[in-house]
């Protein structure tokens, strides 16, 4: 099972930034976010309010991960947030199947 998908997203500052989508995974953002390499890059770097833990990953008939549905609900979740919505020691938020909408069932 996929515990992780990652999107980039329009950013009206930066020109895009990652959304992270993810399952219970058994740990915590901010501790998976102590374990990225120090050598990466700023930009590479998800910041924690970018994460969005969802029930499930959008899959293709195939079981396949279907990009093209990440992508949609990960602009998605990250317009209808801002930062004044989930300020940083609140990252981790619950998404129901609604936010998924029909592809990602």
Do not use: N
Not at 14 to 36: A, N, Q, S
Not at 42 to 52: E, G, L
């Amino acid at each position: 099972d996929r515990a992780f998908a990652v999107a980039g997203v329009p950013d009206a500052s930066r020109g895009e930034r990652l959304v992270v989508l993810y399952t219970e995974f058994g740990g915590t953002v901010d501790g998976l976010l102590g374990k990225l390499d120090a050598d990466l890059p700023k930009i590479a770097r998800p910041k924690a309010v970018d994460f969005y833990r969802v029930k499930e990953l959008p899959v293709l008939g195939s079981g396949k991960l279907d990009l093209q549905a990440v992508q949609e609900l990960a602009k998605k979740l990250a317009a209808s947030s801002s930062s004044a919505d989930h300020p940083a020691g609140k990252p981790e938020r619950a998404v129901d199947d609604a936010a998924h909408g029909e592809r990602g069932r």
